[in-house]
């Protein structure tokens, strides 16, 4: 699935309720976490529910680093979220996902008015956290 085909789905989408049950159905595609990444390492602090993010670095045909994610919430909601995510930045170089700006698609969705303060703290506390990495693997790959 494509971020193009998630809005064009949630645009098709009138009333929130139908939104959130889209979003909880996205959770359910996400690829399993297997429970040894269920780790301190890779949970993403400043969630109000239990949120893990992995990362693994591959090369692209031309040797560019790309970021590659697995993610898992015990919130229904929050796996929905994480799986938007993943459509945005898992598979790209590092200056890709430094030049998306996840919020902004976000708001696009109309998630600002939607999310509770604690779930959008989430968001952001795991937005930062791919970020983070995408600057990171950026030094390490310089």
């Not at 909880?24 to 399993?32: F, N, S, V, Y």
């Not at 994610?69 to 590092?94: E, F, K, N």
Request: one cysteine or more; charged letters at 25%; aromatic letters at 8%.
């Amino acid at each position: 699935m494509t971020i193009g085909e998630i809005r064009e789905n949630f645009a098709l989408l009138d009333d929130w309720d139908d939104r959130y049950r889209y979003v909880i159905e996205l959770g359910r595609t996400l690829d399993p976490m297997p429970e040894a990444e269920h780790s301190a390492a890779n949970k993403v602090h400043g969630c109000a529910s239990q949120v893990w993010l992995s990362r693994r670095v591959e090369r692209s045909g031309s040797g560019e680093p790309v970021l590659l994610y697995r993610g898992d919430s015990d919130a229904h909601i929050v796996r929905g979220l994480i799986a938007i995510l993943l459509t945005l930045y898992s598979g790209h170089t590092p200056q890709q996902i430094l030049s998306t700006d996840a919020i902004a698609v976000f708001d696009e969705f109309g998630f600002r008015e939607h999310l509770t303060p604690q779930r959008s703290n989430g968001l952001r506390a795991m937005v930062e956290r791919i970020r983070t990495d995408a600057r990171e693997t950026l030094a390490a790959a310089s």
